[in-house]
């Protein structure tokens, strides 16, 4: 060996040559350079069911995102060729021949796969590996970027782009509430915006499914599940947790958004459940992001310690979110003499009922609020279009009654459109909220009328044969 | 023969890349003026106006591509700097003070601690050889340290760090390991695969920035290997 450096040297413990003064083996790393190319051996393909694994160029998996215990990946379901995002969980060793494990999983993940809603990303299907190894869920792939991504780049949102993330969070949490589903770990990198500036909440209902999975906890005996930065601080502890844990959790997720920084941190799990339990909520720094008085009394009152003191469910907290956005817009309906407002607000409610199509569930949760709305809409302010909105009405009742299913569901999802525009042009006002604001926007009937001609024809001449 | 000399067409970004070249490997050129017997600050000095030299003169386009590597062309061209005796005076003169390749301490306390290791047991060719593996590994460790911190993956990639740049202690279990990362056996596997692999190539295009083709790299490393490693 040309090197004789002295008795001190150290020597690489792989093979055998001096390491330099940093400790590193420069044999060992020229002779990596000389391995065969690792493209030649590609890894072989991942496959859970009927999701294979997508692989980038270099045959290495196509990442999404990393947990503790799992890993989500781009997927490709072979039977319905779509791309999905799989989330894949390993379970411990331990727990792998456990049966009660598999099952709770899997009945966690069934009631999350029955939640349909546009702000919702979908759960498509399910299941685990043969040997046990690893559970598994595909779930809607959705484009854009998670919350906690854009503020990282971004930083801090104002207060009105905030409050708009938040109504569509807490619609979502509203459509969980009629399944009595909670997320339990509500947080900035489980909301993905899309660029069309759409919130989808992910994992929903699944959180306590992947730690069943894990094997770890077990919920019945009140052991922690979530992320403790902007977990409630009931989490932390052994009673029951409820829609107000989440409600908690989105407050938590919404200061974030507002300041870049969770309400309460700290290095450890003690640490953070000692803040939380102390009545000392920072304003300040909401104060010195400027944030409006009434959505500052919001964020206070979710992160109550005492659940009690919170918005009692998603529905209540919806009213204060709308009530804070007419303080700070002033503004309930579209204005005549502002056309591209209008055709703006039109186009979301289309979006809206669009994101809805094959889900006749959510779809029609959709029509009930707008029929609610419309039928607490008083008859002259319509006009000439009174006669249509009623017709309109009359359809999608008969529809739903499953009396009358000859129209198309393109057809559907603009009538839908158009009532809920016509009602609530802003989407403000809460179903129990008396009537505020509204248009007879002969342009949108017209439109709409154009669009569902012949399905409105027809369904006139059946109910002429009916009477 | 350097890709950093070869556009013509766009001088400056092939002076920028050259530059940063000349940067990576500013420590084996340092440890070759030091082992001929000039001072610290000399040594400074004139590495500092050689690199200058080197980027005023474009003296790289001359070069003839058949010859080989940049590592030899810069061996060269270090000797003839210094046998000339007044290029060597006037650079002295001059005080260095030139520009081209900014010198920062870290990296001269370096280049001079590199020299104090290695200046006893190897005669000057070879020293120059060993400053520029050392160079090349570190160029490669460092793009790749980049793109893992990039990817907010900093902790994996020192923790796996071990298992290409090797170590004293005994390369850790998979098992243990896997363990302490919270982490599956095989994703840990891969993991250490995809470390290798991508470190592979760093190292590899680093190389392939100063030789012409993908069998100049594999021989460029085996000649490195070997001055390393020979008895």
Request: hydrophobic share 40%; with cysteine.
């Amino acid at each position: 060996m040309e090197t004789t450096l002295g008795p001190g040297v150290a020597i690489c413990s792989v093979c055998g040559e001096p390491l330099n003064a940093k400790g590193d083996c420069l044999a060992c790393l020229l002779r990596t350079g000389l391995e065969k190319r690792a493209a030649k051996t590609k890894p072989s393909a991942l496959v859970f069911g009927d999701f294979e694994i997508e692989q980038h160029a270099d045959g290495s998996y196509w990442e999404l995102g990393r947990g503790a215990i799992s890993v989500t990946y781009v997927a490709a379901d072979k039977v319905l060729r779509r791309r999905v995002a799989l989330k894949v969980i390993e379970v411990p060793a331990a727990a792998r021949g456990s049966h009660a494990v598999r099952e709770r999983f899997l009945r966690e993940a069934r009631a999350a796969a029955g939640l349909r809603h546009p702000n919702l990303a979908a759960v498509f299907q399910f299941g685990t590996s043969s040997d046990g190894t690893h559970c598994y869920y595909a779930m809607e792939l959705v484009e854009g970027e998670t919350l906690g991504a854009r503020i990282r780049r971004d930083g801090p949102l104002n207060a009105k782009e905030t409050l708009a993330i938040a109504i569509q969070i807490t619609r979502a949490l509203m459509a969980a509430g009629a399944h009595n589903l909670i997320h339990r770990d509500l947080k900035p990198s489980n909301i993905m915006l899309t660029p069309e500036s759409e919130v989808k909440v992910i994992d929903f209902g699944l959180a306590k499914a992947i730690t069943d999975a894990g094997g770890e906890m077990d919920l019945t005996r009140g052991e922690f599940v979530g992320t403790p930065s902007f977990a409630s601080p009931e989490q932390f502890g052994t009673g029951p947790v409820d829609a107000r844990s989440d409600i908690y959790s989105l407050g938590a997720t919404l200061w974030f958004a507002l300041t870049g920084l969770a309400p309460h941190s700290g290095k450890t799990l003690e640490e953070i459940r000692e803040r939380k339990t102390r009545d000392d909520l920072p304003v300040a720094h909401l104060v010195a992001r400027k944030v409006p008085e009434p959505l500052i009394k919001v964020l206070r009152s979710t992160l109550a310690i005492d659940p009690g003191q919170r918005p009692a469910s998603p529905r209540e907290l919806m009213e204060a979110f709308e009530s804070c956005r007419r303080k700070l817009s002033r503004r309930v309906s579209v204005p005549y003499d502002k056309p591209a407002l209008r055709a703006e607000a039109f186009t979301r409610a289309l979006r809206d009922a669009k994101a809805c199509a094959g889900d006749p569930e959510s779809l029609q949760a959709l029509f009930n609020s707008a029929a609610k709305k419309a039928a607490a809409v008083p008859r002259k302010p319509f006009k000439e279009n009174w006669a249509y909105l009623q017709t309109m009405l009359r359809l999608i009742r008969a529809y739903y009654r499953g009396e009358y299913r000859q129209a198309s569901d393109d057809a559907l999802l603009w009538i839908v459109a158009a009532l809920k525009y016509l009602v609530d042009p802003f989407d403000l006002i809460p179903d129990k909220t008396p009537f505020l604001g509204f248009i007879d926007d002969a342009s949108v009937v017209d439109v709409v009328k154009d669009k569902t001609r012949r399905t409105l024809d027809d369904f006139m001449k059946w109910e002429t044969t009916v009477q | 023969m350097l890709a950093a000399g070869r556009t013509r067409a766009e001088p400056d970004i092939a002076g920028a890349a050259l530059a940063q070249l000349c940067q990576i490997y500013w420590a084996p050129l340092y440890s070759f003026v030091r082992s001929r017997g000039y001072t610290v600050h000399d040594a400074q000095d004139l590495t500092q106006s050689f690199f200058a030299y080197v980027l005023e003169h474009k003296i790289y386009t001359r070069a003839d591509r058949q010859k080989g590597r940049f590592r030899s062309f810069l061996l060269a061209s270090i000797k003839n700097f210094l046998a000339d005796a007044a290029d060597r005076e006037r650079a002295l003169k001059r005080g260095g003070g030139q520009n081209f390749v900014p010198l920062y301490e870290a990296q001269a306390k370096e280049a001079e601690s590199l020299f104090q290791t290695y200046s006893r047991t190897s005669n000057e060719d070879r020293l120059f050889d060993r400053s520029w593996a050392e160079a090349l590994v570190a160029a490669g460790l460092e793009r790749l340290s980049s793109d893992y911190k990039q990817q907010g993956k900093q902790r994996l990639f020192v923790e796996l760090r071990i298992f290409v740049a090797g170590g004293a202690d005994p390369l850790p279990s998979y098992g243990e390991l896997a363990d302490r990362l919270e982490i599956s056996e095989s994703t840990l596997r891969s993991d250490v695969t995809r470390l290798r692999a991508r470190y592979r190539d760093a190292l590899r295009a680093e190389v392939r920035r100063t030789v012409d083709t993908e069998t100049q790299v594999d021989d460029e490393l085996h000649e490195l290997l070997h001055v390393l490693t020979q008895a």
